[in-house]
């Protein structure tokens, strides 16, 4: 987690320009939402593939009549609303440049087809220059040295061809969008290999952005829309919308789904990026207020129940993502509901979450209404709790365990001090939180995170922020998670895997170190994501990195690397070239590594980056792409194939690497018992 920063005492008082000025216009599709400025100045020229779209104006002022109903034309005037939002739907049947042109006087807004001219730039990276093999076409000879037997026939996952290993070799022509890449393993393979985490495809969904499965529950705990670019607000995922689409996740070779956090967020919003430019709520899941409860905008028990069931039956496990350095900040929303006497209220509306920031005020501009000398602060979390910048509050410090992290409320994981949790957390409505004797601060994190195991069975956590609480917390938090799945799955007569910990190390790469013996059983690598540049260019350039992994995880049999393309808190693999072909070379690169991989939503499918202001890591945590072109669509078969055959041979992830010696190709095997692949690459075209 790494979130943008929001210090208490710094943000208060803090004014820039005010928000985008009306009137504005919305342009949507089922999965895409965009916000730009009309202007009577000039046309707003928008690149619109083909699809059904949904358009809305809002902030046209003035005396005018309510339009009529009649039918939307292109390049006719359609009458808009004055002081309330005009929505209607248009299809655009040819892809295109479209101009939407903005009549002040008249109060309307036309449509029509443009040239070609003001389409918003993407940037976009140079593909690197490196050296490669090339590929002119047709058969290949591959080298399988001593990997099978002669008379041995393989077939190339990609292309569907079966071939005779004949003196170690075999002839075959790779598929033509396979990006110079053959997968072969035996026609006739060995009983199924058993799943082992060391080579886990492991699925990470942001919840709220992926699915939307139960719109009931959109709009919890009083949150809003901000009917602007909705950069920071709910989108509406939830539990029900991931059980919706567990057979697709299942269909990716995915052994493993890890869950953005699901505990109970806080209800408020705080001001998004440094210029407060849009409303910023916890729909990432990593702002707790409740560690006992789901958020009521992704579901409640029993729909975490069924998931787990439902992915369980199609041989997936499932992580849920642990947090226990920080709690979400306090909003206007929370600090009413709790009764936490620090807020002018007489500045602020009835219900102080309806609050928005005046002509000269931005989103963190609601500051100005809260006393953070107040010494009413100890009816929070209390210092015994928390560290902030608080009256009757430790300071922060300056070391990774003592730090306020993104401002955020540092639990004080390392007193020994007994403590009560805080008296609004006890009343809170469905509460899992009881007072226990003699309990510490860690003492009641660990039980309320492990708990989820001792409940539903969960196979294992994602682990928030490691450097940032003691080792001896993440020992406990393992021991006592791997007793409650042990206790749970026999009171349901069922067996399965040790319980396992993934770490988050900010920055952290592909070695052994100390935090594995913290009860860690993989690390996140960081390493990866700077690889895959020259790795997607050519797909030789891994054969160093792949070496490495796999030299690193054999001498270290109790560790492995969990890399990535794309995450939230850094950036989305396709963002950087826009190209569906180092996408798809970018796969061959992650999915084929040594040690497990992590696939980010939407990586299958080149999703894009989403609206972000002033803070990029927004852009990263855009709406799940469910209608796919013919691009996104090709992209996907070939990640599903890849996914597929890392799945059925665990040997990828986990098996011995061998590079076998070849003049213009880059070949080499993977063994694990009696599962052995050999992977070949013939070069570009």
């Known amino acids: ?62 005396n005018c009549i309510a339009p009529s109903g009649a039918k939307i034309r292109f390049a006719k005037p359609i ?9 209607f739907e248009i299809k655009v049947r040819f892809s295109g440049d479209y ?12 449509i029509r087809r443009a040239a070609k001219k003001a389409q918003a730039t993407t940037f976009t990276r140079p593909i690197p220059d490196v050296q490669c093999e090339t590929y002119a076409g047709g058969a290949v000879t591959l080298v399988t040295g001593d990997t099978y037997p002669d008379g041995t026939q393989l077939k190339d996952a990609l292309s569907g061809q079966v071939v005779t290993v004949k003196n170690g070799q075999v002839s075959l022509t790779p598929a033509a969008d396979s990006g110079g890449l053959v997968l072969l393993s035996p026609l006739n393979s060995p009983s199924k290999a058993p799943f082992t985490y060391k080579s886990a495809n492991i ?37 029900k919308g991931v059980i919706e689409k567990l057979d ?23 001001g998004g990026g440094d210029s407060g430019s849009f409303p910023f709520y916890a729909y990432h899941g990593y702002w707790t207020r409740d560690f006992t409860k789901i958020d009521a905008n992704l579901g409640d028990d029993n729909d975490l129940k069924t998931l787990i069931s439902e992915a369980h039956k199609r041989g997936m496990k499932v992580l849920l993502d642990a947090v226990i350095n920080h709690s979400g900040y306090a909003t206007l929303a929370d600090l009413q509901t709790d009764d936490i006497d620090v807020v002018n209220a007489a500045t602020l509306p009835t219900r102080w979450s309806d609050w928005q920031p005046k002509s000269g005020e931005n989103w963190h501009s609601f500051h100005q209404a809260i006393d953070y000398q107040s010494p009413n602060w100890r009816d929070w979390w209390g210092g015994d709790w928390v560290r902030a910048g608080l009256p009757g509050y430790p300071a922060p410090g300056g070391s990774d365990i003592t730090m306020t992290l993104a401002g955020l409320p540092d639990f004080r994981t390392e007193s020994a001090q007994a403590v009560t949790p805080p008296k609004w957390l006890l009343n809170n409505p469905g509460t899992r939180v009881k007072a226990r004797e003699n309990y510490t601060v860690a003492d009641y994190l660990i039980e309320w995170q492990t708990d989820w195991v001792k409940r539903f069975g969960i196979d294992g956590f994602r682990v928030d922020t490691v450097k940032h609480v003691e080792g001896d917390v993440w020992k406990r938090l393992k021991q006592q998670a791997s007793a ?28 052994r170190s100390p935090y594995v013996d913290d009860g860690f059983d993989a690390l996140i690598n960081f390493d990866m994501q700077k690889r895959l540049d020259s790795g997607a260019a050519c797909f030789s350039q891994m054969a160093d990195t792949y070496q490495n992994y796999a030299t690193e995880m054999n001498n270290s049999p109790d560790f492995m690397p969990v890399s990535y393309m794309s995450s939230h808190d850094t950036e989305l693999f396709f963002s950087r070239f826009n190209s569906f072909e180092m996408q798809r070379n970018a796969a061959n690169a992650l999915l084929l590594s040594p040690g497990g991989i992590q696939v980010y939503y939407g990586d299958e499918v080149a999703r894009e980056l989403g609206p972000y202001a002033d803070d990029f890591h927004q852009g990263t945590r855009s709406d799940m792409v469910w209608q796919l072109d013919e691009q996104r669509q090709a992209l996907l078969k070939h990640w599903q194939t890849l996914g597929q055959f890392r799945r059925a041979h665990p040997a990828i992830g986990a098996g011995i690497h061998r590079e076998i010696k070849q003049d213009g190709a880059y070949v080499f095997s993977r063994t694990l018992g009696d599962d052995k692949v050999v992977v070949g690459f013939v070069g570009r075209k």
């Not at 009458?79 to 929505?87: I, K, Q, R, V, Y």
């Not at 101009?99 to 036309?110: I, K």
């Not at 990470?204 to 705990?221: K, L, P």
């Open 484 to 511: 409650n799945l042990v206790s749970w799955r026999q009171a349901h007569n069922q067996q399965g895997a040790p319980f396992w910990m993934m770490g988050e190390v900010w920055g952290h790469s592909a070695y």
């Open 1 to 62: 987690m790494k979130l943008s920063p929001l210090c208490y005492a710094l943000v208060a008082g803090l004014v820039s320009a005010p928000l985008l000025a009306a009137p504005n216009i919305t342009i949507s599709t089922t999965t895409t939402s965009r916000n730009f400025p009309l202007s009577s100045d000039d046309s707003l020229v928008i690149p619109l593939p083909k699809d059904n779209y949904t358009v809305k104006v809002s902030g046209v002022v003035g």
């Open 248 to 270: 697709y996740i299942q269909s990716l070779g995915t052994d493993v789904i890890w869950l953005s956090p699901i505990v109970e967020q806080i209800h408020g919003f705080v």
């Open 79 to 87: 009458a808009l609303n004055c002081g309330t939002d005009t929505e």
């Open 99 to 110: 101009a939407f042109d903005f009549d002040p006087g008249a109060h309307s807004l036309a």
């Open 203 to 239: 699925y990470f969904v942001m919840i709220d952005r992926f699915n939307n499965g139960d719109s009931s529950n959109d709009n919890s705990y009083g949150r809003k829309k901000d009917h602007q670019q909705e950069i920071g607000t709910f989108h509406g995922g939830d539990l």
